[in-house]
């Protein structure tokens, strides 16, 4: 079961559950596309959809995408233009699609996943890693820094300049 929808400028295939990233900046909460292009409710057969076809979303996130620099440049003519742009956009999550009397609904959303506790654990570990290399490496490297002999040309030169005046 899919839909084909128009948002933002873009068409977007669409079926329950699935996040969409519209370059529109919509209201929090529920929000439905009126603007439905093609419809499926069988494998295999699309067709136009009928007054009564909705496509339900809901509103996860507002943000902005990642920086994109517009640069004009017109050769021996010394002009140089730099400008950035961030275009906004809105995370939604199709939650219901509905026409000829049947509803596809998204299975519910699993609570929050817990990959942020895996990335502490990575990091703990890391840190631990590093401090314990640290500890077999520093008692080394100061016995070898040490051994080294300083040799005094420098110097020399400098009480070789003395003695000529």
């Known amino acids: 079961m899919y839909a084909v929808i128009r948002a933002g400028g873009k068409q977007f295939r669409v079926a329950p559950g699935d996040v969409i990233k519209v370059d529109q900046k919509l209201a929090p909460g529920n929000f439905e596309f009126t ?20 496509v339900v979303g809901t509103v996860l996130e507002q943000g902005r995408g990642d920086k994109i620099l ?12 730099l400008q950035g742009h961030r275009q906004p956009f809105t995370s939604v999550r199709i939650a219901e699609i509905a ?21 502490k654990e990575m990091a703990s570990k890391q840190t631990e890693q590093k401090s314990e ?19 005094g040309k420098g110097t020399a030169k400098a009480a070789q300049k003395g003695k000529k005046k």
Do not use: N, W
């Not at 603007?35 to 909705?54: C, H, M, N, Q």
């Open 133 to 151: 290399k640290k500890a077999r490496t520093g008692a080394e490297g100061k016995a070898s820094k040490s051994s080294k002999s300083k040799s």
């Open 99 to 119: 026409f000829d009397g049947q509803s596809f609904k998204a299975p519910e959303q699993e609570s929050a996943p817990k990959p942020k506790a895996e990335k």
């Open 35 to 54: 603007d439905v292009l093609a419809v499926s409710g069988e494998e295999g057969k699309i067709g136009r959809p009928e007054a009564g076809t909705r």
């Open 70 to 81: 517009v640069f004009h440049f017109k050769r021996k003519k010394q002009y140089k233009k």
